[in-house]
Every structure is written in structure tokens, then in C-alpha cells.
């Protein structure tokens, strides 16, 4: 019999008519001979209203236990409701919270930010099966975990998302599906481009770069527990129908610790033009970049500033590249000179923590600084972070780097 984990976002359930679409679609796959688990975010914007109302009664007075156990009363109060409505519908079901003997996230004792304990809870999860072998449909807060001592612990902005993706993984079921206020993926935000289109399906890799920059259909962390044996997609609540299409996540999630760092193989070499308010022309970016293209190169890095632009390319490429460049500066008044540079090296570093991470950059060069390593170049994003350094430098800038990160 198919297992499927459905979880319901704030804004799923935002009221009671969006309660009781969202229990129907879970009734309806019942229905049709699947188990279903059910995980539900606090009703919209209760996780906000209880932070506020905590933070204007007792500022920073309340301390962090007591702030998980006011915020879990969001997701507390969610599944009772989801949980007597499906009944309503004529299908037997059963809220699990924290105090609920099979409740199945077991954490650290942190509490607000905590990381589940992998083994332990996949090992309770199993207990659900107790519910889904008798017809029962569980519905279990987002969010919330409890650690050793029996202490309500928070898993962080988005853990609703992480909750239903470990249970997916916990009970080997058939997919996961992000019930959410959007109709899958899109290729731009549509209340900006209208003539957005939904994407059938999208990567681990690119959907985890697409939340961290900003985008609010899943949370980054989430993915970190998506089992690439298992489906997953993100569906529109307005559908009504958990076997809406929507948008396919697919491959597995591949970040370990090993592949952080990366250094390239070979030495690359900057190739740098310099000359007078270089940002204010328009097109001298795309001109540049165009006559590399022309003769097929590829450009690893490129940096711009009131004063330069420099390209770091293949060391060969550049040679071949150099004089073409050499052109252009000579064509354009506001450049005045370049240089071909000597052997450098790209490390290159990337993870979807660094986002959480404060002072991740210092993490990174302070070492290199205190041997007395020189970075040539760096530039970053909010996953990623590139370094250049001296050719001869970069074996042991790998190894340091290593062992910070």
C-alpha cells in the first residue's frame, strides 16, 4: 500500500475553508487505498503573532525554553483542528504532538534551532505504523521536536518543511508533497513577470539554491533530508488534490563535508585591464566577456571595480586571450593598460549552511592570513565562497581551509 507524507504550510491552512480543503485531500487519498501522514505548519502568521506578543511581554527576558514551548502552540493548535475535521470527513485520525507517546522528532536540547537525532527518531518513527495499519491518518506538528529530558526544542524558520522530509525518509514512503500557497515552481516570482511558467520538475541542488536566495517555496535545510528513493513535489492548496503534478524535486541531495572545498586542478591565470570609471560604460563588461566567448574560452571568475576588470582564465586561454583583450583596451579610451598575471590558484567552497553561518569568510581566511598566505581575489555569494591565491600557496590554503570547515 502507498505511504505518502503531505504537509500543510500556514498559509494551506490559513482558515477554516482552507482547513477543511486540505483535510478532503488528504481524505481522498485515503480513499483511494493509500496511507497518508500528515504534517501541519501553524495556522498562517500564529508563529509570527505568538513571537511578537512573547518579545512585547518579556523582550529579551524570555528565556529559550520558554520561548519553544510558547511558539509550539501554533502547530499544537493546527493539528487538532486538521485532525477533527478529517474525522468529520468519516475517516479516523489522530493528532500527534510532543507530549504524544509516538511522537517520532527527537532532537538535541537546543532549544530553539535544534538538530534532530537521525537514529533515534527514525527508529520512533516506526510507531506510526501502529496508527496506519489500524486506517488511523496521523497528523503531526511541523517544527517541533523534544529533546532527552522530555523539553520542547524548535527546528527553525522552515522546519515544518524538515519535519515532513525525515518522516518521508523515516517511514519509506512513496513521496513527500509541499502543500503551499504557489502552484509549483515557477521560472521567475509571477507577481513580478507575468509570463512565468511552472516547471515540471526541478533539481535537489537547483531547488536548494533557489530557497536560499531568497525564494520562500521550500526551506533550504529541508532538502538536506530528502531521500532520492523517495518522490517529492510542491502542489498549489488551491488544487484541492494531493495528485496534482505540480512541481517534481528530483535527484538526491550530495553535500558532504569531504566535497566542501575544491581546488582546481590546474593554475589559472588573471588577465586584468585597467583604467577610469570603468562601471559607468555601459557594455565594456559585455564587450570583454563577447570577444572571450568569440574564440572559445571560459571565463572561471570575473571582478569589476571603479578602476578594473579582471578575467581569470584557463592559464593557456589566457595566452591566447591576452592579445585579443590587448585589442580592446587599445579601442576604448577609458582603458588604459593590461597584465597577464602568473600562476593562481581557485579554491572554491560550497554549502547552504554558510547562509546561517556569521563570519564564515573570517572562518575561511583567518587561517591563511596567520600563514601568511595572500588572497588575491575573493568573491562570494550566500552558499558559496571563491578564493585565488598564489599557485604556490594553494596546496596548503586547501589544507587549512579543510580544517576549518
Known sequence: MELLVAKFGGTSVGNGKRIRQAAQSVVDEYMKGKKVVVVVSAINKTTDELTTITEDAMGDEAAARARAEILSMGER????????????????????????ELWPVLTDNIPLGAEINFEESEAKAQGLFKLLDDGVIPVICGFLGKD??????????????????????????????????VDGVMSTDPRKIADAIKLDQISVEEMRDLATHGAQVLHPHAL?????????????????????????????YEDS??????????????????????????????????????????????????NSITT??????AEVVYPLLHDVVIEEDCLSS????????????????????PGIISIITSPLKDNDINIIEISSSQTSVVLYVEWKDSRKAYDLIKEVL
Open 224 to 252: 538536506k533530508y530528502k531521500d532520492p528513493n523517495i518522490g517529492a513535489k510542491i502542489i498549489s492548496f488551491e488544487k484541492e488534490c494531493l495528485a496534482d503534478e505540480g512541481t517534481a524535486i528530483v535527484g538526491p
Open 148 to 181: 532527552e529530558n522530555g523539553n520542547i526544542t524548535t527546528l527553525g524558520r522552515g522546519g515544518s518543511d524538515i519535519t515532513a522530509f525525515f518522516l518521508g525518509h523515516a517511514l519509506k514512503a512513496k513521496e513527500v508533497i509541499i502543500v503551499t500557497d
Open 338 to 357: 593590461i597584465s597577464l598575471g602568473g600562476d593562481i590558484g581557485m579554491l572554491t567552497m560550497v554549502s547552504p549552511d554558510f547562509i546561517d553561518t
Open 257 to 306: 563535508t569531504n566535497d566542501l572545498v575544491d581546488l582546481h586542478p590546474e593554475p589559472i591565470t588573471a588577465v586584468a585591464m585597467v583604467g577610469e570609471d570603468l562601471l559607468n560604460n555601459v557594455g565594456l563588461i559585455a564587450k570583454i566577456t563577447a570577444v572571450i566567448a568569440e574564440v572559445g574560452v571560459n571565463i572561471y571568475g570575473i571582478s569589476a571595480g571603479q
Open 77 to 100: 493548535t493546527s493539528i487538532r483542528v486538521m485532525s477533527s475535521v478529517i474525522e468529520s470527513l468519516g475517516v479516523k485520525s489522530e493528532y500527534i504532538d510532543p507530549e504524544h
Open 312 to 317: 581569470f582564465l584557463n592559464k593557456a586561454d
